[in-house]
Nanobody, 120 residues
């Protein structure tokens, strides 16, 4: 089985910072992309940031310059450094990984979600 475990969410004031982490574990052969998505109440889930195994990144326009995604391939871990947070960043943040199991094909896996709340 494959599991993505997230940590680092919480409550922070506007302008503050948080660092989210997500570690993938299990029978993993290879991980292609890893990313962060978020879903605010009453809204659809949206892409926040994604990073390839080679380190190429892509961000939603709303978070560019404030949020930074990184990964440690040796640890199958992805991070999201969140600076200059705004109330509109409030959402449940989900870790995603596109990976291949030893005895399976390529599939997307999701973390359980972690709440980020930014107060004004």
């Amino acid at each position: 089985q494959v599991q993505l475990v997230e940590s680092g969410g919480g409550l922070v004031q506007a302008g503050g910072s948080l660092r989210l982490s997500c570690a993938a574990s299990g029978s993993i052969f290879s991980i292609n992309t890893m990313g962060w998505y978020r879903q605010a109440p009453g809204k659809q889930r949206e892409l926040v940031a994604v990073i390839t195994s080679g380190g190429s990144t892509n961000y939603a326009d709303s978070v560019k310059g404030r949020l930074t995604i990184s990964r440690d391939n040796a640890k199958n871990t992805v991070h999201l450094q969140m600076n200059s947070l705004k109330p509109e960043d409030t959402a449940v943040y989900y870790c995603n990984a596109n990976l291949k199991r030893y005895f399976g094909g390529w599939s997307d896996y999701w973390g359980q979600g972690t709440q980020v709340t930014v107060s004004s």
